[in-house]
């Protein structure tokens, strides 16, 4: 099965990416390891996209953890099922600063960056909380389209919280 993972920064996809992985073998993308081992140029973008077709290419199976709008429509061309993770917005801003704040204590809390990454609490990162406030509405104009018009075959699954993403890992490892 080929899975993509999308939803706002702080909904979990990384965590429930890992379980899945652990639970079914399949092979695990992260697009944040990819991305944010690049320079962040137009080069970047071309080989970013490239590293999510190679892999797409040599695995049967495969999940990808990410949203990277620019290569959506990439992932959802081929994939059999789309997760979409949710929370309320100040759940997903406590999340992020959280996380941000545990891996600089250690690195090691964030499997999913790339080696070396170093976030820095700065205004990019304030730009950063920006965009993840608002998600919600770039969302309704950016991926909700694509989603209405994924295949037939695609099954969309929507998890809200904790409850919803076991009763999505249970379905999707059965």
Do not use: C
Request: hydrophobic share 50%.
């Amino acid at each position: 099965m080929r899975i993509m993972l999308i939803g706002n920064a702080g909904t979990g996809k990384s965590t429930f990416a890992r379980r899945l992985t652990a639970a079914t073998g399949w092979p695990l993308l992260s697009l944040d390891t990819v991305w944010h081992a690049m320079d962040y140029s137009h080069v970047a973008k071309l080989k970013f996209a490239q590293a999510q077709r190679a892999f797409m290419a040599v695995n049967a199976d495969w999940i990808i953890d990410g949203n990277y709008g620019g290569t959506m429509p990439l992932r959802l061309a081929q994939a059999d099922a789309i997760v979409l993770l949710t929370v309320p917005r100040p759940l997903a801003i406590a999340r992020v600063i959280r996380r941000s704040l545990a891996f600089r204590r250690d690195p090691a809390t964030r499997p999913d960056m790339a080696p070396g990454f170093v976030e820095h609490l700065d205004a990019d990162y304030l730009d950063f909380l920006k965009y993840v406030w608002g998600y919600n509405a770039r969302f309704a104009v950016t991926t909700a389209p694509l989603l209405a018009q994924r295949r037939p075959d695609q099954r969309l699954w929507v998890a809200h919280n904790a409850r919803e993403k076991a009763a999505v890992l249970a379905a999707l490892t059965r």
